[in-house]
């Protein structure tokens, strides 16, 4: 890999992940990776294209042809367009995390994203979020974190912030997602959702956000990138 510095953070949904990530890419100025949109794009082009997530051969061919474009919105938003139509708002739903998450233990849909995650390893620097970022995608990056947090305390975290959409949701659904999802994510064959040996693992459960930034950015200090 090239001098391009990167800083991973992986871990489930809902534990902090794009928070984090967000700050740290303004903070240092550096490019922001959202992987998971990506596979999320991907599910949603299938629904597009009528092809079912269920038929890994058909979804790894619209992963090797994505159409897709990330812009930064000016309300600093990264709003996402697949075949020039907007699709940012349909990819954020619940339907849209369990295609993004059944489509992405198909390894071909995997091995096809993998280079176009790679180019966003531009000059001045990378925050690179996901799940393999730091086991598979970057595995040479400097930094690594592994953000998490209990389940219980996900669901809830994702509950307030549907309720202030004012979307109708119930949290033990939410809850029951949130353990089907972990499951798959974690035990599929390829790049399931584990800490990298060199990654700094943080429970977010008890701790503020801003506290989990302050202490983010105590490693990135250490490391001398600010
Ligand atoms: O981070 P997210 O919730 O937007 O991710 C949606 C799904 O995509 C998640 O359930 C698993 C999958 N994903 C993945 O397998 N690898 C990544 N690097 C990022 C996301």
Redesign the pocket.
């Known amino acids: 890999m090239t001098s391009v510095p990167v800083i991973t953070v992986?871990g489930p949904?809902g534990a902090g992940?794009?928070t984090i990530s967000h700050l740290l890419a303004e903070r240092l100025g550096w490019h922001l990776l959202?992987?998971?949109?990506?596979?999320?794009v991907t599910g949603q082009a299938c629904v597009i294209e009528g092809v079912s997530w269920g038929d890994p051969a058909a979804v790894a061919d619209i992963a090797r042809h994505l159409d897709v474009v990330f812009t930064l919105a000016e309300n600093g938003e990264i709003r996402v367009a697949y075949k020039g139509v907007d699709v940012s708002a349909e990819i954020r739903t619940e339907e849209g995390?369990r295609g993004?998450?059944t489509v992405?233990?198909i390894p071909a849909v995997?091995e096809a994203l993998l280079a176009r995650?790679r180019d966003f390893m531009q000059p001045p620097g990378l925050v690179a979020?996901?799940?393999?970022?730091g086991t598979v995608?970057f595995r040479d990056a400097p930094l690594k974190f592994f953000l998490t947090a209990s389940a219980s305390e996900r669901a809830e975290r994702r509950y307030k912030q549907l309720i202030a959409k004012g979307e109708s949701v119930s949290l033990p659904r939410l809850l029951a997602d949130i353990q089907e999802?972990d499951e798959?994510?974690s035990n599929?064959s390829v790049?399931p959702?584990v800490p990298a040996e060199d990654a700094i693992v943080i429970d977010s459960s008890a701790t503020p956000i801003t506290e989990v930034f302050e202490r983010v950015m105590l490693e990135v200090k250490k490391k001398g990138f600010i």
Do not use: E, F, T
């Open positions: 992986d949904s992940k794009g959202d992987s998971g949109a990506l596979y999320r995390g993004a998450s992405a233990a995997r995650q979020d996901g799940r393999d970022m995608v999802r798959r994510d599929r790049s959702l």
